[in-house]
DNA sequence: TAGATTGTTAATCGATTAACAATC
DNA sequence: TAGATTGTTAATCGATTAACAATC
C-alpha cells in the first residue's frame, strides 16, 4: 500500500515555481540539483524545499549531489497533472476571458480551453483563436455533453453568482474564479479565487511602508 | 500618539472582499451591518471579521446593531488607499497586459496606467484605451520623469528578470508580477506574485481529490 | 430588562524554521 | 576519509478559533 503524504495549498503553490526554475536550469546542461540552490536561487530556505520535494518524489536525494533534474521535473509535472489534459471552457469574454482564451501557455499546465461563453450579441459566434464563442443558453449542454469540469468565470462581479448557480446546475465540478466576490456554491464544488483587487491591496500596502519608511 | 494595529498580509487580501459585499449590500438599501451577518454571507467566521474590521476602522461597533455601513466602507477604503491615486505602467502589453491597459476597474483601486512598453515594434505608437504603446528604451527616462512607482509586469517568464532589473535601476518601487517566475530583485523592492500556475496547482489538486472521493 | 453583538484574552492549529543524526 | 547534503524529529512562530465578560 501506497505512502500518502499530504500536501498543504501553500505547498502546491510552490511546485510551479519549482518547476519554472528547474527546467530553465536544465536547460542550462546542468543534470543534477540540490535543495540548497534550489533555496538560493528562490530566496527560500532549503528545509522547505527538502520537505517540498519529498512530497513529489518517490525516490530520495543523494547527499552531496542532489537530485537527478529530469526525474524531478517529471515528478513535479506528474503531480501538478500537466500530463493529463483537462477541458475548461471561458465564461465571460471581456478583455480577460479573451486573454485567457488566446493564452497558449494552459497547454504546458494540461488545460484545454474549448469554448468561449458570453451574454453579448455582438460577440456570440466570433471565433478567438480558433475556439467559438457561444450564447450563454448553450453552456449548459456543452458543460453536460462533453463532461466539462473546469469554467474559467471571468464575467463582471455582479453576474458572477447567478452564472455560478448556472455552472453548478449543469455539473461543472471547479470554478476558477476571477470576479473579487465570494462565490455563494454548494461545499462540494471546488472554488479557487484569483483576486486582482486582494493581490493589488497587498501590494499597496507594502508600497505605502517602504515610501513611509523612506520619507522618515 | 496614534496606535498602530499591524495587519497580516492574509487580513489585506480580505478587505477588497468585505468592500464589494459591503457596497451591494448598501446598494440594497440597507445601513448598518454586524459581523455574524458578513460572515455568514462569506462564508467566513464571525470572530476574524470582527478582527479585521476593528484594525481599519477607528470607532467599534455597537452591541445589537453592529457597523454603520457607509462608515465602514470608507474606512476600508481610505485604509487600502482607494482615495489616493498612483500610477503605473504596464510591461509587456501581450494578451494579459493589454488586458490592462483596457481594464477600467483599477481606477476604483485607486491605480492609474499611464502606458504601455513592449519589444514588438508592430505595437509601438499604438493607443490601447487611449494610452500609448512605447519601446523598451523609452521606458527609464519615462519612469524617473513623472516618478512612477508601479510596474505591472507581463513580459514572457524568460524576459522577466531581465526586464525587472531595468525597472529597479529607473526607479521602479514596486512591481505586480505575473511571470510565474521568482523575481531577483533588491529585497527593499516590493514585489507581489500572481501566478496563476499556482492557482490551477491548488484547483487541479482540489479538483482531483474531489473526483476520486466520488469514483470509490 | 433580555439578548444579540461587541472587543479582548486564551487555546488550538498548522506551517515554517531550527537541530541533528545518517549517508553518499 | 571529510564534508556537503540528506531526511527526520523537535521548537518556534503566526494565524485562526474558541471562550467570555462588557454593553447597547
Chains 1, 2 share one sequence.
Not at 21 to 43: E, H, R, V
Not at 58 to 77: A, F, Q, W
Not at 139 to 157: E, F, G, H, Q
Request: net charge neutral.
Amino acid at each position: 500500500m501506497e505512502e500518502i503524504k499530504s500536501v498543504s495549498m501553500k505547498q502546491l503553490e510552490r511546485y510551479p515555481v519549482y518547476l519554472k526554475y528547474l527546467i530553465s536550469i536544465k536547460d542550462q546542461g546542468i543534470t543534477s540539483i540540490s535543495a540548497p540552490m534550489i533555496a538560493k536561487a528562490l530566496d527560500c530556505t532549503e528545509e522547505q524545499v527538502r520537505k517540498d520535494l519529498q512530497i513529489v518524489s518517490p525516490d530520495s536525494g543523494k547527499p552531496k549531489s542532489g537530485r537527478d533534474i529530469k526525474t524531478l521535473i517529471n515528478d513535479i509535472e506528474n503531480f501538478l497533472g500537466y500530463n493529463d489534459v483537462s477541458d475548461a471552457i471561458v465564461v465571460g469574454v471581456g478583455h480577460l476571458g479573451e486573454a485567457f482564451m488566446r493564452y497558449k501557455g494552459f497547454s504546458e499546465f494540461g488545460l484545454n480551453v474549448l469554448a468561449g461563453f458570453d451574454l453579448d450579441e455582438t460577440k456570440i459566434g466570433k471565433k478567438v483563436d480558433g475556439k467559438e464563442i457561444f450564447s450563454m443558453d448553450k453552456m449548459s449542454n456543452l458543460i453536460s455533453r462533453l463532461k466539462v469540469n473546469i469554467a474559467i468565470l471571468t464575467v463582471p462581479s455582479d453576474a458572477a453568482n447567478a452564472v455560478s448557480k448556472l455552472l453548478v446546475s449543469s455539473g461543472i465540478k471547479a470554478i476558477w474564479n476571477f470576479a473579487p466576490i465570494h462565490l455563494d456554491v454548494p461545499e462540494d464544488i471546488v472554488v479557487e479565487n484569483v483576486n486582482l483587487a486582494s493581490s493589488l491591496a497587498v501590494l499597496s500596502h507594502k508600497l505605502n511602508k517602504k515610501i513611509l519608511k523612506e520619507n522618515k
